[in-house]
T-cell receptor
């Protein structure tokens, strides 16, 4: 069965610290996609990244980086030199793509609430 | 701004009532998804439409229904409302969730906060 686990419920750091948010997923599909979304206090869900199961290259975008490891079914997200504006709930999500019936819908983890203090 | 619009932003109603939530996808997006976010259940997929047709169903109650119109906007109808239906309802859209194995990123609207009293 498909599942996304974000074991860290809440993390608190001081500005400029690096922080890693963990995401572990379960799926039987060989083709799948992984996503990270940010939900700031204002409530909207902001897309951060999409990665497919055949692309294990790590990605860096400014202060954000993602580490995808199929061997451990993990897709971790690191924020370098955190800032107060990074305070939000971060969701990891999975979408399975082997079969057409459930294709596209996102299975979300419970989210990790990140608080960055000045 | 994701380009996805949802109305209304807030909705307060009573148990037993029926409400309609509206969503307009980003220009060019054919797929619309509805999600429910509540404190106890987290973010849950409800239903997906692609170019006017239902494509996938998640944990959607029988009291809930949805449709996608020819202009691609979508409505989520919630009836016989219960206290437990209070939640944030998101609509999302993506370019194409067609028969290929590709899954595009979904862009979310600002949500409709439903409060059932």
């Amino acid at each position: 069965a498909q599942k996304v686990t974000q074991a860290q419920t809440e993390i608190s750091v001081v500005e400029k610290e690096d922080v890693t948010l963990d995401c572990v997923y379960e799926t039987r599909d060989t083709t799948y996609y992984l996503f990270w979304y940010k939900q700031p206090p204002s409530g909207e869900l902001v897309f951060l990244i999409r990665r497919n199961s055949f692309d294990e290259q790590n990605e860096i975008s400014g202060r954000y980086s993602w580490n995808f490891q199929k061997s451990t079914s993990s897709f971790n997200f690191t924020i370098t030199a955190s800032q107060v504006v990074d305070s939000a709930v971060y969701f990891c999500a999975l979408s399975e793509a082997d079969y057409g019936g459930s294709q596209g819908n996102l299975i979300f983890g419970k989210g990790t609430k990140l608080s960055v203090k000045p | 701004d994701s380009g996805v619009t949802q109305t209304p932003k807030h909705l307060i109603t009573a148990t037993g009532q029926r409400v309609t939530l509206r969503c307009s996808p980003r220009s060019g997006d054919l797929s619309v998804y509805w999600y429910q976010q509540s404190l106890d259940q987290g973010l849950q997929f409800l239903i997906q439409y692609y170019n006017g047709e239902e494509r996938a169903k998640g944990n959607i109650l029988e009291r809930f229904s949805a449709q996608q119109f020819p202009d691609l906007h979508s409505e989520l109808n919630l009836s016989s409302l219960e206290l437990g239906d209070s939640a944030l309802y998101f609509c999302a859209s993506s370019v194409d969730a067609s028969g290929s194995h590709r899954v595009d990123e979904q862009f979310f609207g600002p949500g409709t906060r439903l409060t059932v009293l």
